[in-house]
């Protein structure tokens, strides 16, 4: 079965979807290209760490990879595996915190491989805005993670979410998130999208409640629901919490007769590869190979510049800053390097291009806010901006050790109280 796509004809046989089809699983094999590191939420069940190779659950992945060493490592694997019929990207955070990296490697993917079935898994904050396009490039299978249907309960899971660039806890998390997924889950449908619920069994927490979640997203119109037992994760809110016995996972599974459900499940990670449950090791060996190539060398530029009024905190938009403080690192130990004057207001562009140069063997640049056309130039000067409030010693921890920040900021949260032009004359 296939559409067309730009004059282009799609595959869209939906039996040789392993995840969705049991009789696929031993038949056909599915890939995972680890394209998203960012993520809209925090599951308290949920710990996110990128290099764990004895784990194999959501969230963990051993390479990452940008768009493109996606597109070239799935057409190595492809030929390395032979079976692989679906290519979907499942974080290791999630696709719609990192739409530029996830769109991208879809439209790649879809250039070479116009016969792949396309497969996104999501909580479904922020996929509401991106589902027309998927459509039209022909994703056929959507997974969304639904916890709850409740706001209290999901209040209960959730540590907090991102939402447009401001923070939501408890119940207004709880219910912002219910309400993405309610209209995430119609426009799927809307489109002709196969979708599967995700829903994670907590005992004490949602397990009560799980028969309740799968009448919600049945009415809605999703077509197949995963009920997973929750997986302990040291160091989360959670990694105290006993996973369910078999028989209340059975019980649960039951008391769900009115919707199909997929048994299948391997708990896949971010980039597992090959048949369920039979990740092939070539393909792991690709993905580290793919995602060692064309990485920037920045030898050259072994500093980190930060927004700082007194050197201890990123708190100065960088319109009003005059000066910046320069730090290194050497053997796991930050140290104050330098302090430079930034270039004088008023000349526009120019002042952002001498600012590249000034910090120019600096690899990022941590600041409290800033505007779109310094943004856009510092960054095409290979300075990553980084947009953040608290501790300067936070932030170099991300850089250099790429430690999760907890601490973005908002772009709207400026101290005059209006979106900067980054025209180059300063802050008013």
């Known amino acids: 079965m296939y559409m067309k796509n730009n004059g282009k004809h799609i595959m869209t046989d939906k039996s040789k979807h392993p995840c969705f089809n049991a009789s696929a699983k031993s038949k056909y094999g599915r890939i995972h290209l680890p394209v998203a590191p960012d993520c809209n939420m925090q599951c308290n069940y949920c710990n996110r760490k990128f290099d764990c190779v004895n784990e194999s659950r959501p969230g963990v992945t051993s390479a990452l990879l940008t768009p493109e060493q996606a597109a070239g490592y799935l057409a190595a694997a492809q030929e390395a595996c032979g079976n692989i019929s679906v290519a979907g990207i499942a974080g290791p955070g999630d696709p719609f915190a990192n739409p530029e990296e996830t769109m991208k490697t879809l439209r790649l993917v879809r250039k070479r491989f116009p016969e792949m079935l396309f497969c996104i898994s999501t909580n479904g904050l922020g996929i509401g805005p991106f589902i027309p396009e998927l459509a039209e490039m022909g994703v056929t299978h959507v997974t969304i993670t639904v916890n709850a249907t409740d706001p209290e309960i999901a209040a209960n899971i959730y540590s ?39 829903t994670i069994i907590i005992p004490g927490i949602n397990d009560f409640h799980i028969r309740e979640v799968a009448l919600k997203m049945q009415e809605l119109g999703a077509d197949i629901i995963n009920c997973i037992p929750v997986y302990p994760n040291a160091d989360s809110v959670f990694g105290e919490i006993a996973g369910p016995t078999a028989e209340s ?17 391997a708990r896949c990670r971010a980039d597992a590869a090959g048949l369920i449950g039979k990740d092939n090791s070539d393909c792991m060996k690709l993905l580290k190979t793919f995602s060692e190539a064309g990485k920037k060398d920045l030898s050259s530029k072994p500093y980190v510049a930060a927004a700082s009024r007194e050197g201890m905190l990123v708190n100065w938009h960088l319109g009003e800053a005059d000066c910046l403080h320069i730090f290194g690192e050497a053997n796991g130990i930050f140290s104050k390097v330098d302090i430079r004057k930034t270039p004088k207001p008023g000349s526009g562009n120019t002042r952002w291009k001498e600012l590249a140069e000034t910090i120019s063997d600096c690899r990022a640049l941590l600041v409290g806010g800033v505007g779109n056309n310094p943004l856009s130039i510092l960054k095409d000067e290979g300075i990553e901006v980084i947009e953040m409030s608290g ?35 300063g802050c008013g």
């Open 160 to 198: 907090w979410m991102r939402y447009k660039k401001k923070v939501y806890r408890g119940v207004r998390a709880g219910a912002l998130l219910l309400e993405k997924q309610t209209e995430a889950v119609k426009e799927l449908k809307s489109h002709g999208i196969t979708v599967k619920i995700n």
């Open 249 to 265: 996972v059975k019980e649960i599974r039951e008391s769900i007769d009115f919707m199909p459900k997929m048994l299948h499940c």
């Open 391 to 425: 501790l300067i010693e936070d932030g170099l921890y991300s850089v250099y050790e790429g430690a999760e920040l907890r601490c973005v900021k908002s772009r709207d949260m400026f101290k005059c109280g209006r979106e900067c032009s980054g025209s180059g004359g």
